[in-house]
């Protein structure tokens, strides 16, 4: 119900489904499932790959800017570490958003660690990530891996938005899927804006 509803742009994060399912592979070669996610949602971004960065720009405020670094954990080669640690040192923004498909602290997908340590090192400002079947929040990220697998929780199928508050953070809302009722709300804070 929810993603129908939806009109504005869809950023996606290629997990280990779209690889060989098992959470520590690595597609050396792309699968059929993750050339059939690029050609559905990386290509309409005018992207190549399952790994990239979105400049979005606050309409209120155009000195102002965020970017969304995308990776994709299950297609790790040099050329994304390259490309993530380029893009989180060199492309300066004042807020970084990284989309993963594993929380942070996964032991088992193979881009895990290098990129928790990136995300330290430059003080990214929030990342979204899914995998785990819940929603949870936790210091500076956001699971929502409630959108359609079988729960491990409590959580009702769902999904979330993200609006950033500047100088506060980013103001999280989770909703029921089935309803699309409000059922959670929070402020996510963002290290720039507590120096």
Known sequence: KASSQWKGSL????????CNTATSTNCAEPTANMTAFVDALVRPLHKEEPWYVVHLKENDDPGL????????????????????????????????????HEPGGDTTAPCVAE?????????VDLLISGHVHTFAHR????????????STSSQPYGFATVTLVPGEGFRVVQYDGATDAP???FMSPSP???E
Not at 11 to 18: D, K, P, Q, T, V
Not at 115 to 123: E, Y
Request: aromatic letters at 6%; charged letters at 20%.
């Open 115 to 123: 990129v928790d340590a990136m995300i330290v090192k430059h003080h």
């Open 139 to 150: 210091n500076g990220e956001i699971i929502v891996g409630n959108g359609g697998a079988p």
């Open 11 to 18: 950023f996606a994060a290629m997990g280990n489904h779209e």
């Open 183 to 185: 059922i959670d709300a």
């Open 65 to 100: 800017s965020v970017k969304l670094v995308v990776t994709a954990c299950n297609a790790w080669s040099p050329e994304q570490r390259s490309f993530v640690a380029d893009t989180l040192a060199n492309d300066a923004t004042t807020y970084t958003i990284v989309v993963r």
């Open 192 to 194: 720039r804006d507590a």
